[in-house]
């Protein structure tokens, strides 16, 4: 009876932590609330803002971001695919979850929302 009685605590305290893990919801992607905010903390350290961006453009602006979009290069490089330069330049990739949602967003049409 103890075994049984700890083997369902066990399985209640792995529950909950599955319970508490956040989920990556890919679901009507905005791009005010959900992509640009991944664009400014991991591309606009200069590198893409300002009046004189150091990488050549900015993307700082839904038709800025809508151009790269459409030449498949946003996609290739944030999730640093072969054949794109791989972004953010000399770091690590943004998290698998930015990855989907701005893959989501690019899949849903890449809306102006």
């Given amino acids: 009876m103890l075994i049984l009685t700890f083997a369902l605590l066990a399985v209640q305290a792995c529950k909950k932590d599955e319970d508490t893990t956040p989920e990556c919801d890919t679901t009507n992607v905005s791009f005010s609330q959900d992509i640009l905010p991944i664009l400014e903390n991991s591309c606009f350290n200069g ?3 300002g009046s004189n961006p150091t ?3 900015s ?3 839904y038709n800025d971001v809508k ?3 459409d030449d498949g290069r946003l996609l290739g490089s944030v999730k640093q695919e072969s054949g ?3 972004m953010p330049l000399n770091q ?3 998290s698998d979850c930015n990855q989907s949602l701005i893959e989501a967003w690019i899949n849903q049409g890449a809306p102006n929302n």
Avoid: D, N, R
Wanted: hydrophobic share 40%; net charge positive.
């Fill in 47 to 49: 590198c893409h803002s």
């Fill in 55 to 57: 990488s050549g453009f």
């Fill in 59 to 61: 993307l700082e602006t």
């Fill in 67 to 69: 151009k790269k979009v």
């Fill in 84 to 86: 794109f330069v791989a």
């Fill in 92 to 94: 690590g990739p943004i």
